[in-house]
T-cell receptor, first 111, second 113 residues
Framework: EDQVTQSPEALRLQEGESSSLNCSYT??????LFWYRQDPGKGPEFLFT???AGEEKEKERLKATLTKKESFLHITAPKPEDSATYLC????????????FGAGTILRVKS | NAGVTQTPKFQVLKTGQSMTLQCAQD?????MYWYRQDPGMGLRLIYY???????DKGEVPNGYNVSRLNKREFSLRLESAAPSQTSVYFC????????????FGPGTRLTVT
């Protein structure tokens, strides 16, 4: 069973159409949850770290939230330059300092 | 600051050949990591080094070896390449091996024929 699941796999939005990406995890004992952005042909770029339920972080049009079993990445009024793959990764106490990544959500924003 | 750098960017190998992927970071980070990324599977940890002088296996270590040459450099070696090792390889570093964020290099695209 996958430990970190991201949904949807792909999302197409019109410019300005707000939406949310989901990251859920099945193993208990969260040390930290990380969001990354990855552009084609490049390495993942760090966006946010969340450590406890109720925590929120914001950066420009992006806002990440965390509950006990999932995290959301909210995208407000997206622009075409927000198009990328968004990766979620979780650090579990059970696995020491080994990050477990989800498969990602491919976001396309059309103008 | 260059952050995390990787060489080469692209490589094609024949089955059975060997090669070393190089990684260096200039952020004075203690911990370094090697991942592979395959379509639909997400990033998977191959090996990591929590601090200079230590290395440990990740999720998919078979067929690979690593060397933490010094605090800045962490190399990944394929002794006898196999087609199943065709992938994109990323090196990353973090301040320490607690829950600090990891910073990634640009990747090496490896094809084994």
């Amino acid at each position: 069973e996958d430990q970190v699941t991201q949904s949807p796999e792909a999302l197409r939005l019109q410019e300005g159409e707000s939406s949310s990406l989901n990251c859920s995890y099945t193993v208990s004992g969260l040390r930290g949850l990380f969001w990354y952005r990855q552009d084609p042909g490049k390495g993942p770029e760090f966006l946010f770290t969340l450590y406890s339920a109720g925590e929120e972080k914001e950066k420009e049009r992006l806002k990440a939230t965390l509950t006990k079993k999932e995290s959301f990445l909210h995208i407000t009024a997206p622009k075409p330059e927000d198009s990328a793959t968004y990766l979620c990764a979780v650090l579990f106490w059970e696995y020491g300092n080994k990050l477990v990544f989800g498969a990602g959500t491919i976001l396309r924003v059309k103008s | 600051n260059a952050g995390v750098t990787q060489t080469p960017k692209f490589q094609v190998l024949k089955t059975g050949q060997s090669m070393t992927l190089q990684c260096a970071q200039d952020m004075n980070h203690n911990s370094m990591y090697w991942y592979r990324q395959d379509p639909g599977m997400g990033l998977r940890l191959i090996y990591y080094s929590a601090s200079e002088g230590t290395t440990d296996k990740g999720e998919v270590p078979n067929g690979y070896n690593v060397s933490r040459l010094n605090k800045r450099e962490f190399s990944l070696r394929l002794e006898s390449a196999a087609p199943s090792q065709t992938s994109v390889y990323f090196c990353a570093s973090s301040e320490d091996n607690s829950a600090s964020e990891q910073y990634f290099g640009p990747g090496t695209r490896l094809t084994v024929t």
